[in-house]
């Protein structure tokens, strides 16, 4: 289901069974966008964001916010709506369609054992449950898979720590903190957060970007403007805005931040290694930077998620199948041939969602950060 707020009055509308984790695309134009138990919310102030549809939507909480990254993770709002994304095909419901519809048909029960969300770091994987819990696996010799206790709705993670906004909207980190990339600002309208290798930034639900920790590059300093959709690479930081155009900032030494000059209009950007992916609305892949495994030349075909990675980038084609391409020394980017609903591309290994809620990983498993815990 998704949920639509008309003026502070909550409606109802049926997507299809398939929910997803929630999309870089605007979530009014494509289904199923948002997570399992999520649904596109549409605020007084004409923002939209995918809300756990639950008893604080269902009371007219705005502080209920999107399950975006992204994955990927890589997050992406549309001043709230956040990432991750589905094979469905969009439903043509207007919002007149939506008075139509009852609060009699609000959201399924939502599952809590099942994944909503999942974040590939370096050694590491954090995934978001259906209840808001946060789970993490892999290394943990800074602390990083030390998931904190409460109910979250957004999940990032890198190379040493982990990131993840509240329920009530605040940003929070754990893991290393060299730098200072886990000490997140205090606020509570934080909608999608982003984990880089030494940094990390939060878009707020007013489409504002805060980023922290080492600025060596410029990295926490984006270009002037409103933002919808935000992802963290290494050492750079991409974000898209109103327009849908994509803006990068920070480390350059690949080109991973000079996106393509032409009048494409992008859904989602994922900031990787030392090369970036960005999805159109029309779903096509474009990247850039780095390609010395081939993780920028993109396979034919069209496609619903992308997450770029240290070397290799993974997609979700429109057929619900995941497609990786680039290094493959740890089988990172041999993909299954099952469909999913979520993809996050890590150093060495990926993991997804599988359309009924399961996490599945491959690659490098040293740390064990490609086995996920067994779903009770």
Same mark, same amino acid.
């Given at each position: 289901m998704r949920a639509i707020f008309l003026l502070g009055v909550a409606f109802f509308m049926a997507c299809g069974d398939d929910s997803t984790t929630a999309s870089s695309a605007d979530c009014r134009q494509q289904a199923n966008a948002c997570a399992v138990g999520f649904g596109c919310t549409e605020f007084t102030s004409g923002a939209y964001e995918c809300t756990r549809l639950n008893s604080a939507t269902?009371? !007219? =909480?705005?502080?209920? @916010?999107?399950? =975006?990254? %992204?994955?990927?993770?890589?997050? @992406?709002?549309?001043?709230g709506a956040a990432i991750d994304s589905t094979a469905s095909p969009e439903l043509d419901m207007t919002l007149a369609d939506a008075a139509d519809t009852t609060m009699a048909d609000a959201s399924p029960p939502i599952d809590p054992s099942a994944f909503a969300e999942i974040a590939s770091g370096g050694y590491? %994987? +954090? $995934? !978001?449950? =259906?209840? =808001? #819990?946060?789970? +993490?696996? $892999? #290394?943990?010799n800074h602390g990083q898979t030390d998931a904190l206790p409460g109910t979250f709705r957004n999940l990032s993670t890198n190379y040493w720590h982990s990131c993840a906004i509240t329920a009530e909207g605040q940003p929070i980190c754990w893991g290393d903190n060299e730098f200072e990339q886990s000490n997140a600002p205090m606020l509570d309208t934080g909608s999608v957060i982003a984990a880089g290798y030494m940094h990390s930034c939060v878009l707020t639900q007013a489409g504002e970007i805060q980023c922290w920790g080492l600025d060596d590059s410029g990295r926490l300093t984006p270009p002037p403007g409103q933002y919808k959709a935000i992802d963290a690479g290494w050492y750079h930081t991409c974000a898209i805005d109103m327009d849908n155009v994509v803006h990068c900032w920070g480390a350059n030494a690949d080109s991973q931040t000079e996106p393509p000059m032409d009048s494409a209009q992008y859904q989602q950007v994922s900031a990787g290694g030392g090369h970036t992916c960005a999805l159109t609305l029309e779903g096509e892949v474009r990247c850039w930077g780095s390609n010395e495994y081939e993780q920028s030349v993109v396979p034919d075909g069209t496609f619903t998620r992308i997450s770029a990675g240290a070397e290799h980038t993974c997609a979700i084609g429109t057929d619900g199948l995941p497609m990786c391409w680039g290094q493959n020394a740890r089988t990172q980017s041999n993909a299954p041939r099952v469909a999913v609903r979520a993809i996050s591309a890590g150093l060495d290994h990926t993991c997804a969602i599988t359309l009924d809620g399961e996490a599945i990983c491959w690659g490098q498993n040293n740390h064990q950060q490609a086995s996920p815990p067994a779903r009770p």
């Amino acid at each position: 289901m998704r949920a639509i707020f008309l003026l502070g009055v909550a409606f109802f509308m049926a997507c299809g069974d398939d929910s997803t984790t929630a999309s870089s695309a605007d979530c009014r134009q494509q289904a199923n966008a948002c997570a399992v138990g999520f649904g596109c919310t549409e605020f007084t102030s004409g923002a939209y964001e995918c809300t756990r549809l639950n008893s604080a939507t269902q009371d !007219l =909480g705005v502080s209920a @916010s999107d399950a =975006g990254n %992204t994955a990927d993770a890589q997050r @992406s709002v549309d001043v709230g709506a956040a990432i991750d994304s589905t094979a469905s095909p969009e439903l043509d419901m207007t919002l007149a369609d939506a008075a139509d519809t009852t609060m009699a048909d609000a959201s399924p029960p939502i599952d809590p054992s099942a994944f909503a969300e999942i974040a590939s770091g370096g050694y590491h %994987t +954090c $995934g !978001l449950k =259906g209840d =808001g #819990r946060v789970v +993490c696996w $892999g #290394r943990n010799n800074h602390g990083q898979t030390d998931a904190l206790p409460g109910t979250f709705r957004n999940l990032s993670t890198n190379y040493w720590h982990s990131c993840a906004i509240t329920a009530e909207g605040q940003p929070i980190c754990w893991g290393d903190n060299e730098f200072e990339q886990s000490n997140a600002p205090m606020l509570d309208t934080g909608s999608v957060i982003a984990a880089g290798y030494m940094h990390s930034c939060v878009l707020t639900q007013a489409g504002e970007i805060q980023c922290w920790g080492l600025d060596d590059s410029g990295r926490l300093t984006p270009p002037p403007g409103q933002y919808k959709a935000i992802d963290a690479g290494w050492y750079h930081t991409c974000a898209i805005d109103m327009d849908n155009v994509v803006h990068c900032w920070g480390a350059n030494a690949d080109s991973q931040t000079e996106p393509p000059m032409d009048s494409a209009q992008y859904q989602q950007v994922s900031a990787g290694g030392g090369h970036t992916c960005a999805l159109t609305l029309e779903g096509e892949v474009r990247c850039w930077g780095s390609n010395e495994y081939e993780q920028s030349v993109v396979p034919d075909g069209t496609f619903t998620r992308i997450s770029a990675g240290a070397e290799h980038t993974c997609a979700i084609g429109t057929d619900g199948l995941p497609m990786c391409w680039g290094q493959n020394a740890r089988t990172q980017s041999n993909a299954p041939r099952v469909a999913v609903r979520a993809i996050s591309a890590g150093l060495d290994h990926t993991c997804a969602i599988t359309l009924d809620g399961e996490a599945i990983c491959w690659g490098q498993n040293n740390h064990q950060q490609a086995s996920p815990p067994a779903r009770p």
